[in-house]
């Protein structure tokens, strides 16, 4: 059994009774930086309690005495003689003989660099969420001033134009320039409302939603159009049951929306839409498969930018408004396009907390 203790790479360190040492292994004198012989006989309140900063370290053993409960994996920090700190991963727990407690056993893990390296990845993590918020915002400015300073002049410049084709209609080249100039004013309050619409994407207001009852919902909605347009419709749903996700429905569903839109618009003679919805360990994840033409390859890295459009009579906004959300949500949007045709656009939303708000600490840290 001794031995057994000493080739451990965890510190052991076994109390009697009374509150004194009687036994540790060579591992536990590396992780608190005392000497075998400094320890064995002595108790434990005498070598820790006179350093405050060790009063977390101190406290695993008074709570386990007091619950008479064992305690796993609780971290806490702890100062060696010489003043170096150390971040420790205690399991303690009492030795019992039927229902005589003969002491007490603590194994500790000594983590200090694995937690420097969450806390460096934490503050990473920190930096990085900063910097992405910073550019949103300023994406954010430069569209909304984009928007208004478009939009009064666009707004003037089609009042002025159908108050002139009113004025002229008898001239059919000049009512021809003006209608020109009326279309072009109208894409461009397009352009306009689109902008305002991504720049104004609000963050999400996230809650626990069943996501099987919400896509059903959803689909639910498209089922017309689909019916109208000769375009066979299915969902799957698996496994059946509640399958629960941390989101804002609302947000969600706009972010849907526009993708089984842009499914159904490579549809226009009809052809078959499946939407499937599945988890893995820790993401739901939504398929949205039509039967169209496809996206050509050279096209798919820019499906998601502003303005991004193969349709002469759109703006291009909505998938970078989808991209937008999913991003809001710590989520992700992908397409593909094989070439026999056809079209994936894959949701991949995490199930869990959000980032902005969890503890990023791993679970055997907290």
């Not at 478009?150 to 002229?168: D, E």
Request: with cysteine; hydrophobic share 40%; glycine share 6%.
């Amino acid at each position: 059994m001794e031995n057994i203790f000493q080739a451990m790479s965890d510190g052991v360190m076994v109390v009697s009774p009374s509150g004194e040492i009687v036994l540790v292994n060579q591992a536990l004198c590396e992780i608190l930086g005392f000497a075998a012989e400094d320890m064995l006989g002595k108790g434990w309140a005498e070598l820790f309690f006179d350093d405050p900063q060790n009063m977390d370290f101190n406290q695993i053993a008074i709570e386990v005495i007091q619950t008479r409960q064992p305690l796993s994996n609780r971290q806490v920090g702890y100062r060696t003689p010489n003043g170096r700190r150390r971040e420790l991963l205690a399991t303690t727990s009492l030795i019992r003989d039927g229902e005589e407690t003969v002491g007490l056993v603590s194994l500790f893990k000594d983590v200090t660099e694995l937690d420097h390296l969450h806390r460096r990845e934490r503050r990473l993590l920190a930096q990085s969420l900063r910097l992405y918020e910073e550019k949103n915002e300023s994406l954010d400015r430069i569209a909304r001033a984009v928007a208004h300073a478009v939009r009064n002049p666009v707004t003037a410049i089609g009042g002025l134009a159908a108050r002139l084709l009113k004025m002229h209609e008898d001239d059919a080249q000049l009512a021809g320039y003006m209608r020109r100039i009326l279309e072009s004013t109208s894409r461009l309050e397009q352009v306009v409302s689109q902008v305002r619409a991504y720049a104004y994407v609000p963050r999400p207001n996230r809650r626990p939603v069943d996501m099987a009852d919400w896509l059903r919902e959803i689909m639910s909605h498209h089922q017309p159009r689909c019916r109208e347009h000769g375009i066979q419709c299915n969902l799957c749903i698996s496994p059946e049951g509640r399958l629960e996700a941390q989101v804002d429905p609302n947000l969600l569903a706009t972010a849907l929306h526009n993708i089984l839109e842009n499914a159904m618009d490579a549809m226009e003679h009809g052809g078959k839409l499946t939407v499937t919805l599945s988890y893995d360990q820790d993401n739901v994840i939504i398929d949205v498969w039509d039967s169209g033409p496809g996206i050509a390859q050279e096209d798919l890295p820019y499906l998601w930018d502003p303005f991004f459009t193969t349709k002469a009579d759109r703006v291009g906004m909505s998938l970078a408004i989808t991209k937008r959300i999913l991003s809001e949500h710590e989520g992700l949007v992908e397409a593909e396009s094989p070439p026999q045709g056809g079209t994936r656009v894959t949701i991949t939303l995490p199930t869990g907390e959000p980032a902005l708000e969890a503890d990023h600490r791993s679970p055997a840290l907290k």
